[in-house]
């Protein structure tokens, strides 16, 4: 058969195959209007734990819905449900939407890390908990911690355990300008400054191996029964929290158990992010060159934060403070 002259052809010879329809795929997902709200509260192989909103106590296991594709979804976020939310065994509901987050708790693995992992969402405070000895504090971390709680949202509290072994006030004094609030534990007392700290707020904990996050959730939630461990002969903590994992308070409240960390990377934070806690040197930091890092002389001799402190309208105390966080996430000594 001879093939047509295709300057001989109009619309009519267009072939459509019965049946199948020319509009596009719609992009409309489905309402999910009775969809029931909750939190995040566990993450485990492609599977989460969910807290139901109006009733904590049943917990819901749950999978991604398709039209989320690889949304991530990580403990703290809030999130609505369709399908089997009664938390009986061997039930499966549906994760349909996920919220906003009001705060996000991020880290790298190093500084070189491109890769920005989410820890926690929607935590309100972040108890940056620092062993004052067996380990000993390391304020490295800490500084990584308070960078991180300034760019995420979180209100920073340094938890200091074990004073029964070493006083708290050496480290304490060089935090006092930041105006970070902490609390102070012993083995030997008693914990209500902590529970009263924690009463019905999302808190998040973090901290290295051994310095007792999962000894002082045990002691707010006693039904926890969290794994604890030694600190091994080096001074280093042994890991016993593995993933995240939230836990309601006997007064209200959450409190968020992450694992132990031998490092908190901070690549995806910017100088500026950090310079936007400290009001009194963020105007001024727009003056600066270009790539600024704001530490001064005689890494960024252009910076001009200094000509802040030598007008009287900043303190150099938090000038210092400010550059001490900064050098955090670059591995700089000042």
């Known amino acids: 058969m001879a093939r047509r002259d295709w300057r001989s052809l109009d619309e009519s010879d267009v072939r459509v195959r019965p049946g199948k329809g020319s509009r596009p795929r719609t992009k409309r997902r489905p309402a999910h209007a009775d969809a029931v709200p909750a939190m995040v509260v566990a993450v485990d192989r492609g599977r989460w734990r969910c807290a139901i909103e109006d009733d904590p106590d049943r917990i819901v296991t749950a999978m991604r819905a398709r039209e989320l594709g690889r949304t991530p979804i990580v403990v703290g976020d809030r999130v609505r449900l369709v399908g089997d939310v009664s938390g009986k065994p061997d039930t499966l509901a549906r994760i349909v939407r996920v919220a906003d987050r009001d705060s996000v708790l991020r880290r790298t693995a190093d500084d070189t890390d491109p890769y920005e992992r989410v820890v926690v969402a929607n935590a309100e405070q972040l108890l940056i908990v620092t062993s004052l000895a067996d380990p000993p504090p390391r304020t490295g971390f800490i500084d990584r911690c308070l960078v991180a709680c300034y760019t995420g949202g ?83 903590g042994r890991h016993t929290s593995v993933s995240a994992v939230a836990l309601p308070l ?65 303190r150099a105390s938090r000038l210092s403070s400010l550059r001490r966080l900064l050098a955090s996430r670059t591995g700089v000594e000042l």
Not at 166 to 186: G, H, M, N, Q
Not at 251 to 280: C, K, M, N, Q, Y
Not at 282 to 294: D, S, V
């Open 154 to 236: 979180l209100e920073p509290v340094l938890c200091l355990t074990k004073a029964d072994l070493a006083a708290p006030d050496e480290l304490l004094a060089s935090y006092a300008d930041l105006k970070v609030p902490f609390v102070v534990t012993r083995r030997d007392r008693d914990v209500s400054e902590l529970v009263e700290l924690l009463h019905n707020r999302v808190s998040a904990l973090v901290g290295h191996s051994g310095v007792g996050k999962s000894t002082l959730v045990n002691r707010v939630v006693p039904e926890a029964r969290l794994a604890t461990g030694e600190v091994s002969a080096i001074g280093k």
């Open 250 to 314: 006997p007064g209200g409240g959450w409190v968020i158990d992450t694992p132990g960390v031998r490092s908190f990377g901070l690549a995806h934070v910017t100088p500026d992010e950090v310079v936007e806690a400290f009001p009194e040197f963020a105007e001024a930091a727009e003056e600066c060159p270009p790539n600024c890092g704001h530490l001064g002389a005689p890494e960024d001799p252009g910076c001009v934060l200094d000509d802040v402190v030598a007008s009287g309208n900043a």
